[in-house]
């Protein structure tokens, strides 16, 4: 399949969809919508969005009701990057190549921006069932698409591995707590992003479980991979300096392991997703081919 | 009624809840959950939760399906009380005589304590219809107190109120700013706990929509009555210094109207919000009790 295509095609759809949740900022607090906006259409590849309508889509689903879900999830991604950037946590002035958001709007609305950002995420999934919604968007599955994504996001996903990451930062680790860190920190919504797009899509228990599994495998190898550029990649196509993370001291696989086992790591994480797909049928060939994009990605 | 009796035991019913939505922290992320539960812990009335329940019983609810929405409510409020003391907005030391979450775990970890507090609190009322809750519970009643409750914390409500109290320090401001900025970053969410208690007691659209009214009027007061305690009130009472909107250069209903009109104000929103009352019968006491209590109370 032409993977660059589809990718091309799912970001535009999601780009739409994005826009129309944010009509023209107006009236006092206008300010913080335009940070949120700021950030939000900052040049994002929205892995995350194409991941859940792909996940939707391998089990037969991806039409208007995955979309709130999709986008939702670039919202949550967005949020976490300008906290992550913030002077409170990794202090960055760039991100993709362009000021981060408190270096525009100072550390306040960056603060509320992101606030408003993972806050406005559980009002679009909410609304999907709702009217003017897709009609066939069960509530039930609706609730638990809520839940799972909130576990990814909050103390239990994400949350919890950027307070790790930060507190092992400039610290010898165990191999045990660099995999929590990468699961927790980056994979947890990636797993979900694929997961929650098979709940939509209207999967079965064994679809929502084989992606999953996919999702979870692809999560850490996608943490992996991105340690691996940040090594080897082109400063231009990252939009930021390559070697960033040995500068701020990162725990990372390829400090931990090296270069060459972490290349094979990220290799057998992509065949066990992969092996995680043969439960579903053609459909599911935009996953398989984002598998192995992941790891082959230059930026 | 006995108001006073009433709060503690509701008060001692929300502390047991929340209890049991973080047990003993452990594990590598630990200490965000630990950040999160001394805020949680240190001392609020819980009346956000508290006016769910109200709101629950006065359309004759308010058993325990109303319990995750008010916990959550509680989380959103104390997540709020974080990031606001953070260097990066209010860069306060002391919140109810406590040192604030930043001077305990630092910057970062407060950061994503709050983050971890607002997701979490999704993740709760997702929950209220999931296995193991009230088996009662409507999914699509849940997913409207999701949107309602999203709404009145998002940039459309709390923190669109917080960035235009934020830009407003220090300067002179019109009325119409400075209740945009209190019926946003206080009314909101008191009036969206009214509301959501409301609709998870199983309420008619009337009911709702008494119950709405009611809380819009008794959210803007209660803001009112905060600035009006911190010219008049006890410090060792309010667990912080007295004049601190004025330190802050804060915008308050004291400092554009003066003291006396402010009181006035507040006590004919008080009689509002009775009056909206007046839809409901004996079982709406608590509700009425509180209204007085809010511009009454010394802290």
Redesign the interface.
């Known amino acids: 399949m032409d993977l660059k295509a589809y990718l091309a095609a799912k970001r535009e759809r999601v780009d739409e969809a994005l826009k129309s949740v944010f009509p023209a900022p107006e ?3 206008a ?3 335009k940070a ?1 906006t700021y950030s939000l259409f900052a040049g994002g590849k929205r892995l995350r969005p194409i991941l859940c309508i792909a996940g939707a889509e391998a089990v037969g689903g991806g039409g208007e009701p995955v979309l709130p879900v999709a986008c939702a999830l670039e919202l949550i991604h967005t ?1 976490s990057l300008i ?1 992550d950037d ?4 990794d202090n960055d002035d760039l991100r993709r190549g362009k000021a981060t958001s ?1 270096k525009v709007f100072g ?6 921006a ?3 950002l ?3 995420a ?2 679009l ?3 999907a ?2 009217p003017g919604a897709a009609a066939h968007a069960d ?2 599955a ?3 698409v ?2 799972l994504v ?2 990814a ?4 996903g994400m ?6 990451d ?2 092992s930062e400039g610290r010898q680790v165990e191999p045990g ?1 660099l995999e ?1 860190i990468h699961r ?1 920190k980056t994979g947890a919504m990636i797993a979900a992003s694929v997961t929650a797009g098979a709940i939509m899509g209207g999967g079965t228990e064994e679809d929502v479980e084989a992606a999953a599994r996919y999702g979870r495998h692809i999560g850490l190898a996608f943490q992996v991979a991105d340690d691996v550029l940040d090594v080897e990649g082109d400063s231009a196509k990252l939009g930021k300096g390559v070697g960033g993370d040995a500068r701020k001291k990162k725990v990372t696989y390829p400090s931990v392991f090296g270069l060459a086992r972490s290349k094979e790591f990220q290799k057998s994480l992509v065949e066990q997703a992969l092996d995680a797909l043969r439960h579903f049928d053609e459909k599911a060939e935009p996953l398989r081919a984002i598998a192995v994009y992941i790891i082959e990605r230059k930026k």
């Open positions: 009236g006092p607090a300010e913080v919508v949120m949020y906290h913030l002077p409170a946590m408190h550390d306040a609305v960056a603060l509320l992101g606030d408003g993972l806050t406005e559980f009002r999934m909410s609304a069932g709702g509530p039930r609706i609730l638990r809520i839940r909130a576990e996001a909050g103390h239990e949350v919890g591995g950027q307070v790790v930060i507190r707590i929590f927790h």
